[in-house]
């Protein structure tokens, strides 16, 4: 549980595609494949591109576990705390403007982070809605939740020690972002207490932390 929560400030490097990759993603752009097609089916109209897809969707995994540090940017916790040590499938490429309804940014790569199960999962975020304001050119875009490439953190939404989320300046992101993923939920503030309780008193067990909270009280009592 130690060091199990951290919310990133902000991403600041996207992935980079190679000429290569280039080239395939626009050729998935091209063709009539729909976005679930273009991103996870068989691609039937371009079958030999597939193996390709696989592998580039691979290597964007593995940049942004590196780039995340192994944590759910949307809900702060450690891939490990949220899905074991084991659970790598857990963890999820999520979208951030949905590929539903955003066939166009499919493959646009400040538009993809790492998401742990539950955020990513239909009952949280899903394909709900995250732009306010389109554009043709990413970037241009207005979001309406925290964007991990886009946004600071801080400046919308502050860790307090009680494991609560403060909004900042009434940060109308934050508050939509606390909504979409939970983060307000009584599992997601006590768990989130907890880790920090961890961290202050640098144990990974709830023995440890019990003990840790004994001998303080012992010490303050014999000064």
């Known amino acids: 549980?130690?060091?199990?929560?951290?919310?990133?400030?902000?991403?600041?490097?996207?992935?980079?595609?190679?000429?290569?990759?280039?080239?395939?993603?626009?050729?998935?752009?091209?063709?009539?494949?729909?976005?679930?097609?273009?991103w996870s089916g068989s691609i039937a109209t371009i079958p030999h591109k597939r193996?390709?897809?696989?592998?580039?969707?691979?290597?964007?995994?593995?940049?942004?576990?590196?780039?995340?540090d192994g944590y759910c940017y949307y809900c702060g916790f450690s891939f490990v705390s949220r899905?074991?040590?084991?659970?790598?499938?857990?963890?999820q490429r999520d979208h951030i403007a949905p590929k539903s309804l955003y066939k166009q940014f499919t493959f646009q790569s400040r538009n993809l982070i790492l998401a742990c199960s539950k955020c990513n999962s239909?009952?949280?975020?899903?394909?709900?809605?995250?732009?306010?304001?389109?554009?043709?050119?990413?970037?241009?875009?207005?979001?309406?939740i925290i964007h991990p490439y886009l946004d600071k953190f801080s400046r919308h939404l502050q860790l307090q020690d009680d494991g609560l989320l403060k909004l900042v300046r009434k940060s109308r992101k934050g508050k939509a972002t606390k909504k979409m993923?939970?983060?307000?939920?009584?599992?997601?503030v006590t768990l989130r207490s907890v880790c920090l309780q961890f961290d202050k008193y640098q144990v990974n067990t709830l023995?440890?932390?019990?003990?840790?909270?004994?001998?303080?009280?012992?010490?303050?009592?014999?000064?």
């Open 1 to 38: 549980m130690k060091n199990a929560l951290r919310f990133t400030e902000q991403i600041v490097a996207a992935y980079t595609y190679t000429v290569a990759e280039q080239s395939l993603v626009d050729a998935l752009h091209n063709s009539t494949l729909g976005h679930d097609e273009m």
């Open 51 to 68: 193996k390709d897809r696989d592998t580039l969707k691979t290597n964007i995994k593995k940049f942004l576990e590196l780039a995340q």
């Open 83 to 91: 899905n074991g040590e084991r659970g790598y499938k857990g963890i």
């Open 122 to 144: 239909s009952d949280y975020k899903g394909d709900t809605e995250t732009v306010e304001k389109a554009s043709a050119e990413y970037d241009k875009c207005d979001f309406n």
């Open 181 to 188: 993923f939970g983060l307000d939920e009584t599992f997601e």
């Open 207 to 223: 023995e440890e932390l019990l003990l840790a909270r004994i001998s303080k009280v012992n010490i303050s009592v014999h000064k």
